[in-house]
């Protein structure tokens, strides 16, 4: 396993890497009140399942474009009360005995639509967010050494958002629970998904203190008390903040990530949250598990996983080896 000083990437380096958002344009987000400043592009993948829609758009006074993710939010009971309670009209579409079929325009703040805006996206946001096949790649410990860690040297997502959290520069009135210890400690805050109201939604992270742990691929038995210290204490504190409990929580990696510095995802049972399936989700309790019984489980495993086929990995991948094969 290779040490924490190799996992260190100078801040320079860092940089350089495709999403680096060093390009001069000033931050669209201060003050961001309205899309006067956006003009569509195209759609990059609708999923009507989710009600959700990623749209790419160009942005005034900027040559990056920006990736627009819409999401219709979740009914909550006291969204459902006040819809039925409420100045809510209805436009019938028909009726037909005892069935009715209608339209119905609530009032404006119980109409919001979830945004999340990504500026300046570069090709690889562009990637993440559009539609694509997948194949299933099998990726042993040398394939992890030869190709995997090679290419995150030249393609990984900056994880700047992640530091800005760890070092209270953002997010800060929304951490729900901190430990600070060097080793063990971790935040806990609510992912970038959920929008930290509807319980069957919840949707949290906790981001490790611990500076150069990438992905499971780096854990090993030293780390368990880092991971028993997350699941304890994670769990402890959604219970207390949201009442949900222990039992009604899904903890997981996943593997691959979209960002290398190691975090743990908390959500709801009820919940089908994306990236759960299998070939992405590995339960925190499976990973401790399987470190109790095999110290250096991760760096000997193959780790199965979906790769989508425009990925650039998936030909290194399959110029490296047979180890690839269509879905
Ligand atoms: P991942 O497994 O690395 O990637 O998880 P993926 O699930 O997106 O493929 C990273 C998690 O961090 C995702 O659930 C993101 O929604 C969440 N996330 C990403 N960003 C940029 C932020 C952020 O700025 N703040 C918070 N709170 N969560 C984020």
């Known amino acids: 396993m290779s040490s924490d000083a190799d996992h260190h990437e100078p801040e320079a380096k860092r940089a350089k890497t495709?999403?680096?958002?060093?390009?001069?344009?000033?931050?669209?987000?201060?003050?961001?009140?309205?899309?006067?400043?956006?003009?569509?592009?195209?759609?990059?993948?609708?999923?009507?399942?989710?009600?959700?829609?990623?749209?790419?758009?160009?942005?005034?006074?900027?040559?990056?474009?920006a990736v627009v993710f819409l999401e219709k939010s979740a009914f909550t009971e006291e969204c459902g009360k006040k819809i039925l309670e409420s100045d809510t009209t209805l436009k019938q579409t028909f009726h037909n005995d005892i069935y009715g079929s209608y339209t119905g325009f609530p009032q404006q703040e119980l109409?919001?639509?979830?945004?999340?805006?990504?500026h300046p996206a570069t090709g690889k946001h562009i990637a993440k967010f559009s539609a694509k096949?997948?194949?299933?790649?099998?990726?042993?410990?040398?394939?992890y050494k030869d190709v995997l860690l090679e290419h995150l040297k030249e393609s990984a997502?900056?994880?700047?958002?992640?530091?800005?959290?760890?070092?209270?520069?953002?997010?800060q009135e929304r951490i729900v629970?901190?430990?600070?210890?060097?080793?063990?400690?971790?935040?806990?805050?609510?992912?970038?998904?959920?929008?930290?109201?509807?319980?069957?939604?919840?949707?949290?992270?906790?981001?490790?203190h611990r500076r150069g742990l990438r992905s499971i691929r780096d854990l090993t038995a030293d780390h368990l008390p880092l991971l028993r210290n997350i699941h304890d204490k994670g769990c402890e504190a959604i219970e207390k903040k949201y009442?949900?409990?222990?039992?009604?929580?899904?903890?997981?990696?996943?593997?691959?990530?979209?960002?290398?510095?190691?975090?743990?995802?908390?959500?709801?049972v009820?919940?089908?949250?994306?990236?759960?399936?299998?070939?992405?989700?590995h339960f925190l309790s499976t990973v401790i598990n399987n470190l109790e019984l095999v110290p250096d489980y991760y760096q000997r495993a193959t780790l199965t996983y979906y790769l989508p086929r425009s990925d650039p990995l998936a030909d290194k991948l399959r110029r490296a080896t047979d180890g690839v094969s269509a879905e």
Request: charged share 25%; glycine share 6%.
């Open 270 to 281: 009820q919940f089908d949250a994306p990236g759960t399936h299998v070939g992405k989700a």
């Open 133 to 143: 096949e997948s194949i299933i790649v099998n990726e042993t410990p040398q394939l």
């Open 111 to 118: 109409n919001g639509v979830k945004v999340t805006i990504i």
């Open 243 to 268: 009442g949900v409990p222990a039992s009604e929580l899904r903890v997981y990696f996943h593997y691959q990530p979209s960002y290398y510095h190691l975090h743990v995802h908390f959500t709801s």
């Open 18 to 65: 495709e999403d680096s958002n060093n390009t001069g344009d000033a931050d669209i987000h201060l003050d961001l009140k309205d899309f006067a400043k956006f003009k569509f592009g195209e759609v990059l993948k609708e999923d009507p399942v989710r009600k959700t829609l990623a749209l790419k758009a160009t942005v005034d006074g900027s040559t990056d474009p």
């Open 157 to 171: 997502f900056n994880v700047q958002w992640v530091y800005n959290i760890l070092e209270h520069r953002s997010e």
């Open 177 to 208: 629970c901190e430990d600070a210890d060097p080793e063990t400690g971790f935040v806990l805050v609510p992912d970038l998904k959920w929008d930290g109201e509807s319980l069957e939604s919840l949707y949290l992270q906790a981001l490790v």
